[in-house]
Each structure stands twice: as structure tokens, then as C-alpha cells.
């Protein structure tokens, strides 16, 4: 079992920064790709972006040059730093961890409760 926590959620203005964290605890964090989604109300939970064991990456277009995530080692938490953030980026976000490192949700075996970003305009 991996449990996950995130935090670093907040409110801030369009084109301001905020960095997520995903802390883990459990089994040794480096030997899953973790995930970040978000979700708005009323819509699919939607892929933002990913991180290998080896640090391997992949990212939406939506967030493409605008989020960087990243990982250090063993337990260390995963980092998603926003930059640039428009008001379209609202919604719960979510960290997730997962054998297998893919864009896709249902691979994910472990999720975290979501940490809530608004950004105003």
C-alpha cells in the first residue's frame, strides 16, 4: 500500500506560481510513476502530467511549458511547479502512483484526496 497526501493548494491571481507537493508514505515511493490529474465539477478527472521512476516525463499541451514536475530520491516527495497559472487551471489536483508509467487514469492504483488550486482573473 502507497499512501499519498498532497498539499500546496491555494488561491492566487492568473499568472502567479504555486508549487503542489505529493508526499508519500507506505512502500518505497521511487518504485512508482506518480501522476498528477485535476477535475472541475461536472467533468472527467484529466491527466496533467507524469513522472517515471527513472525521471522520465510527460505533460498535457494544456500545461506543456507552463508546469514542470519532478522527483528526487527514495521517498522524496513529487513536485508539480505551475508557473504562469490562468484561470482555465482550476480544479481539484491529484497525485497518483502507479507500476506502470502511462497518461492514462485507470492505470493508477493509488490516489491521493486532491489539494484545491483557484486562480483568479
Known amino acids: 500500500q502507497v499512501q499519498l497526501a498532497e498539499s500546496g493548494g491555494g488561491l492566487v491571481q492568473a499568472g502567479a506560481s504555486l508549487r503542489l507537493s505529493c508526499a508519500a508514505s507506505g512502500r518505497t515511493f521511487s518504485d512508482y510513476a506518480v501522476g498528477w490529474f485535476r477535475q472541475v465539477p461536472g467533468k472527467e478527472r484529466e491527466f496533467v502530467a507524469a513522472?517515471?521512476?527513472?525521471?522520465?516525463?510527460r505533460y498535457a499541451d494544456s500545461v506543456k511549458d507552463r508546469f514542470t514536475i519532478s522527483r528526487g530520491s527514495a521517498n522524496d516527495p513529487v513536485y508539480l511547479q505551475m508557473n504562469s497559472l490562468k484561470p482555465e487551471d482550476t480544479a481539484v489536483y491529484y497525485c497518483?502512483?502507479?507500476?506502470?508509467?502511462?497518461?492514462?487514469?485507470?492505470?493508477?492504483?493509488?490516489w491521493g484526496r486532491g489539494t484545491q488550486v483557484t486562480v483568479s482573473s
Open positions: 497518483a502512483a502507479s507500476r506502470v508509467f502511462a497518461i492514462i487514469k485507470s492505470v493508477y492504483v493509488y
Open positions: 513522472i517515471s521512476w527513472t525521471g522520465g516525463n
